[in-house]
């Protein structure tokens, strides 16, 4: 018989009753629970240990996978469900969970649109993500461009050759005279460097069609703060795009790059942008180097309202 007391002893802890408010309304992996609390394998894994020894959840494995669905008696599910409700991520744990099942979903419709037509799907001659990057650039039709974050202003200087003004700002005395340089080197007339912060940029409110972070939100203090001062610099019916690195371990990356966030999860940016007041959100992981430390790449695309 289940020891009552050790059961609620169990659900005074915040990380436990996460994990089991989720697992309540579905059934998730441990890789979908780090996805959906944003915390290490090792403490999901000892926090379910603790909560299987006491037959408050059980698992099954499918496939290559370990399932964990909750096993709460109604009265515990009661009790459970009060205390979450004193906790400030059970909302965002919410909008993760319902993001990660539409991701599972996503991943089912990609490994048969993948076995429908393997030929040819790895590999054709003169057929590279570069190549069709080279070509997209050049037929996108924006009037205004805003490259925040520019560095030294690579994508901002392929984005001016479609673009009627490219405005590329970066904090970077230093990159933006070297900028300033090239553009007078090659007549890039259409391509402004200003000086100025992410968080604040020197941009006029809604004179933008689409602005873009490439590489460039993990190094704001505030991406939140980044983000809403995108959506005052966009027109109505704007675009942002987001490049950036998905969330890992690498600590060096900080004394390495001045990196200040370790990436995001898929979630996390999504949640982000949607905080900001964007709409039609779409996240997706579109990259992974082949070396270590196998930085992935996580993109996202949002628009602010056409009408607000």
């Known amino acids: 018989m289940k020891s009552i007391l050790k059961s609620l002893k169990l659900l005074t802890d915040p990380t436990r ?3 089991l408010n989720v697992l309540n309304e579905e059934s998730l992996s441990v890789a979908e629970l780090q996805e959906v609390l944003n915390m290490g394998q090792s403490r999901i894994s000892t926090q379910l240990a603790q909560l299987k020894k006491e037959g408050l959840v059980m698992d099954a494995r499918v496939g290559k996978n370990v399932f964990y669905t909750s096993s709460l008696n109604d ?10 409700c004193e906790l400030p991520e059970v909302e965002q744990d919410r909008a ?6 539409e991701k599972r979903k996503d ?3 990609s490994y048969f649109d993948d076995v429908a037509g393997k030929f040819g ?3 054709a001659p003169g057929r590279s993500w ?4 080279g070509g997209l650039l050049r037929i996108m039709n924006y009037e205004v461009i805003a490259d925040l974050g520019a560095g030294e202003g690579f994508v901002s200087q392929l984005l001016s050759a479609r673009a009627r003004h490219v405005i590329a700002v970066d904090n970077s ?3 933006v005279a070297l900028g300033a340089e090239m553009v007078k080197q090659h007549g890039l007339s259409n391509l402004e460097y200003r000086l100025g912060d992410i968080e604040n940029p020197p941009i006029e409110p809604n004179s933008v069609d689409l602005a873009m ?3 460039a939100l993990h190094h704001a203090v505030s991406p939140d703060r980044a983000l809403q001062a995108t959506w005052n610099i966009l027109k109505p019916g704007g675009c942002l795009l987001v490049l950036d690195l998905l969330s890992h371990k690498v600590e060096e990356a900080r004394d390495l790059y001045a990196d200040i966030w370790l990436g995001f999860t898929e979630s996390q940016l999504e949640h982000m942008m949607l905080g900001a007041g964007f709409e039609h959100v779409y996240t997706d992981v579109v990259d992974k180097e082949g070396e270590a430390p196998y930085f992935q790449t996580l993109m996202g695309v949002a628009w602010k309202p056409a009408a607000v």
Not at 75 to 84: E, T
Not at 96 to 101: E, I, S
């Open 173 to 175: 005395p230093r990159m």
């Open 107 to 109: 991943r089912l419709r």
């Open 96 to 101: 993760a969970l319902r993001f990660v099942l």
């Open 130 to 133: 570069k190549a069709l990057a």
């Open 213 to 215: 972070f490439s590489q």
């Open 75 to 84: 009265k515990l599910r009661d009790v459970a469900a009060a205390a979450c």
């Open 17 to 19: 009753l996460r994990i």
């Open 121 to 123: 799907r790895n590999y």
